[in-house]
């Protein structure tokens, strides 16, 4: 037990470590992402009327058949889910959005006339919704990189992914899609061919804010000429090699396998040198988003 209690008592040090590592270059960037969203909301979105699911894409729907300022709708649905998220999940989950509840708001309304100060073309709806994809998905990938949470709508998707045992990510994607839906209704359907664009293009984005731009290949190599491999790896590549013992799950026979780790540009090279050594070599590749450490 007391091994159990020291292991948990590690674990939340590290958590709180990690929740009080760069602070205030993190809320710095959480801001900045906040004040682009608002910016692209009353720049593209909201004038085009291109729902996308959200506490933003209500605010659209309900500004358009009632004219009710979009930031009281954002502020009032936030507040609201922040309220019954901290009940269900617990105040720890929750209160990574609470910069976001207050501050996303106060920019939309802040910059609610950025329309008359940078006057932009909104015919090429293609275009704008390019525009509106990209944005989306690089500010919440920086919210989510920083350790920050949107807060709104997710929080109900964390919900009930939490007591259906469901995929938060289907239960994320069904709720956006309805909004998505009713902003179909309201706007008609061409829009929800629009709403598909964006979030295509912010699902694409997004990936790549959170975990980057593949640089590097990961090989796992099984060959009968190991040291042949490992010697032009790395007298020939100039790349280090690990080496460790596996066993096959149906054969049970013990194999050893060379792991590297190349940059893009050298994958060619690797590639065909292991099939001059061994035609009959098994390799598999992935990408490698971080390679950090070692001697």
Not at 92 to 103: L, R
Request: one cysteine or more; charged letters at 15%; a positive charge.
């Amino acid at each position: 037990m007391d091994i159990l209690e020291k292991g948990k008592e590690s674990t939340i040090n590290i958590l709180d470590t990690i929740k009080k590592k760069k602070l205030i270059r993190r809320y710095m960037i959480l801001i900045l992402s906040l004040f682009i969203s608002a910016c692209y909301f009353n720049l593209l979105q909201l004038p085009t009327q291109i729902v996308t699911g959200g506490s933003s894409g209500i605010s659209i729907i309900l500004n358009h058949y009632f004219n009710i300022n979009p930031s009281i709708i954002i502020f009032l649905i936030s507040v609201s889910l922040l309220v019954i998220g901290a009940i269900f999940l617990g105040i720890e989950k929750t209160s990574g959005a609470v910069v976001s509840t207050i501050i996303y708001p106060f920019f939309i309304e802040l910059t609610s006339q950025i329309g008359t100060w940078i006057p932009v073309d909104l015919s090429d709806k293609i275009l704008i919704s390019i525009f509106i994809g990209v944005l989306s998905g690089v500010t919440t990938g920086l919210v989510y990189k920083v350790g920050f949470s949107n807060g709104g709508i997710s929080i109900i998707s964390e919900i009930i992914s939490k007591y259906k045992k469901t995929p938060i990510s289907g239960v994320s994607f069904a709720m956006n899609m309805i909004i998505v839906f009713f902003g179909g209704a309201a706007f008609g359907w061409n829009m929800v061919m629009y709403a598909a664009i964006i979030l295509y293009i912010y699902s694409l984005v997004l990936d790549r804010v959170l975990i980057g731009i593949s640089k590097n290949k990961c090989l796992h190599i099984m060959t009968s000429r190991e040291e042949e491999i490992k010697d032009y790896i790395i007298n020939e590549l100039h790349h280090g090699v690990t080496i460790f013992d596996v066993k096959g799950g149906f054969l049970q026979k013990k194999r050893r396998v060379l792991m590297t780790v190349i940059p893009n540009r050298e994958y060619y090279k690797l590639k065909e040198g292991i099939k001059e050594i061994d035609k009959d070599a098994f390799f598999i590749v992935t990408d490698s988003y971080q390679v950090s450490g070692g001697a």
